[in-house]
């Protein structure tokens, strides 16, 4: 009898999903991350016939299986667990269950690292394009946020930790802004020097991005630098008692658990206590100003408005965060996109209409060109001559002569606006030379 | 459908289960039948009329083989094997036989034939064999034939056996398809229960981690494959192959069992084997007995001259070998087993005597290589990886590349499992595990906890990954 018992318990085991599915008598939650469901399949004779109907059945079923959330967790944690592999997601697991992206990493070990003629070219338009707007009254400053393989190394597995003195996008890009007198604030090494001084996180341990503390200790450090550059004077912050104290992963605040929330784990990791500082944003005194910015970054800038409103309270109302030079974003507590594109607005106007144009990259988005923002602006006030267009044709020419005739034929007018920006793009950098 | 799959895990099988266990005794054959109906189906309709259309004609042909006598009987026989045999060379073989004689001509300089592509049914290969032997097993008078057509098509079509084996042959379950009470106990289906989750957790867990690798490294170029990585997919690939296809017949086992049916065993630790002999003792027995007894036996078996016995091993192999694919790289596989067999009754055998437990290295190492020609999608393609795993070429001393501590866990774990029932007291335990058909309460309830904790780990693996699939389905 109790051997029946066994057997009826292990088919029950086994109906259990079905029944799930058809009741969902236990509350399963929802999966964190992006992926779809597939529709429920219209049945018919040829779909039968092709097995395309059971195909489509089969996935319907898959996704809508009972206990399918709890299975996937479960996969997840012995995966997390036992062999330090974060599920279904391209993160990698460090010493400490710290969390990384791979770009940060492949970026440190140098992996993208540019030719430095090319990284030359790129610093000098940006020189070029800091001294147009400089021209206008405004001030331009690139901000380099720091990158947190960089930053704690020694938590990378050591498989990925590379070899001391490799040449990396972060050392060509610094050296050459410097022997250009570009305008830099490196938050780099001042994360480096934070990193034994400060008492406090300066990363977390699940997210990518600077942890609330350091991103509001790098706002400070941003607000005393532009104050320099600006010979302005920024309505005071001031710290109000000890940092609030966080140690709940539901609890942590805007990036700083979003690696850790996809993982989908059957139990919620503790996470590494993080401090939250209590600032007093006060009024704007006599000789203080709020002035006009235009923020050009990467996910790093979050950090200067979902912790705490510097950008809100420390920039005046028309300050906007164009994110990837391609959304326009006004700085909220939360994702506040305005619907505008960067692409449909009036540039000069834009520029013009500012006190400064900060551009926040971290390391491994050096390799992007800003995402255009330099090239827009430069050939806003470089606008090409006839003559430059003559020779830019000629180019073009040249290199559709060199050009396969596959790749010609394959995409014809999207081969002929590629072959023309590349001639461009090469006419621009001879011009430089 | 395949067994690892959400809809026959959670769907089809307890709702077959309940079906099945509160029918009457008499009406256990339908409830089977008409799932097995319904899971070949699932595959396709196109080919379940070709397939029905086949059953009905052998029966028939059967029937009347079995009254008939003499000359009249062997021309019965003579008729279905050459039935089933045409079935199958039509719908696995002719494309290979056009793409070479397509290729051959071009050589001569003519023109490229032109054909529509004929697809192949699934499980074609596992159930002309067991029309066969039922055929031979009647023509023999082994077994009378079935009285009812419903138990013959039941005998043929049973779902857990039928796409990829074992290879049931008739005689083995004959008495089984009328009366199973016997075997109708709970002890009986724990067992049966028991034994699927094993093969579940090997084909999810174990086969599937390593064929995700495996099939990285053999999908690169061999010209640029250093010699490690090479040797690396290749065992990747070994274990891979063994815990899918055992897995698989584990699967089917259990299955049978629970429904009352005994299928032999398909696999016994092939890789503890000292000889290429013994590996194929141990590797799927049920393929091997069938060629052992309808293929090597009438063409003189061990009693004949030794040349003429070799050419027999041969011919058995290398037909083996193109029973697996149309290719001509399991032709070749094939014959590389039977050279190795040759070499055994030469001088191995006696040579690995004197090695005792040594002998199973290089045994394993030769049937790696083996298992490169199988796995390779051509000849050309087969021999280049072996050529770089041999080290000819262009030296390339690279590190291997990363691979998670799942992949190496897995892979010790299936090498663990692989090799340590060559202690003799670890097999007799694995045996007696296996075998068992009466459980003590204690006992009963340890099998149903790792029976439920394998369920829940092999189910966390299949809703978790994309990477599910069986290698012998395609044969």
Redo the contacts between chains.
Sequence with gaps: M???L??G???L???L??LQARLRFYPEGELAGAFTRAPHPEFSWEG????AY?EA??RY??DR????TL??R???Q??FS????A??TDLTVGEHEVLFQPGPIATYAGQDLLDEAEVRFRVRRLRIVQQELARRGVKLLFVLAPNKARFQPEDLPL?LRPAPGILTNYDLFTRAMRADSLALLDLVPVFARWKTTKPYPLFPRAGTHWSGYGATLAADTLLRHLEQLGGLRFPQVRTVGSPRIISSSDSLLATDNDLGWPLNLLWQREATPLAYRRLAFLPPQAGQTRPSALFIGDSFTWGLMQFSPYIQREFSEDTRFWYYNNEVHLPDSTYHDTGERVAKLNLQQQLESRRFVILLFTEHNLKDREYGFTDQVYRLYHPLTATDQAAIDQLAQKLTREASWEEQTKDLEGFQQRIRAKAQDLYERQLLQ | ?VFS???F???F??GF??LY?LAPARFKNVVALVASLLFYA?????FLALFLASVVINFVLIRFMDKAQNWQKRIYLILSIVLNVAMLFYFKYANFFLENVSALGEAAGSSPLTWEKVVLPIGISFFTFEKLTYTIDVYRGVNKPLRSFWDFMLYIMLFPKMIAGPIVRFHEIADQLTDRTAFDT??Q??AG?FRFMIGLAKKVLIANVLGEQADAIFSLSPAELPVAQAWLGAVAYTFQIYFDFSGYSDMAIGLGRLMGFQFPENFNNPYISRSITEFWQRWHITLGRWMRDYLYIPLGGNRVKPARLYVNLWTVFILSGFWHGAAWNFIAWGAYHGLFLVLDRLFLLRLYRKLGALSILPTFVITVVGWVLFRAETLAGALAYVSRMLGLGVNITAALP?Y???FW?TLVLAAVFSFMAALPRIERWEIRTLAASH?S?RA??GI?AV??LL???S???????SFNPFIYFRF
């Design positions: 109790f051997k029946r066994l057997l318990l292990l088919v085991l086994l109906l999903p079905a039968l016939q092709s097995t059971q059945l089969g079923v898959e299986l009972g206990f399918r299975a996937i479960l996969h997840n012995l995966s036992l062999f330090r592999v599920g279904l498989r | 459908m799959s959400t809809l895990l959670f769907y099988l307890p289960l309940l266990f699932w595959g396709g309709l196109n709970v002890d289906k724990l229960l990363y998670t501590r799942e866990f459980f309460v009963a309830a149903t029976t439920a369920l829940l780990l189910m966390g693996y299949i809703v978790g990954s």
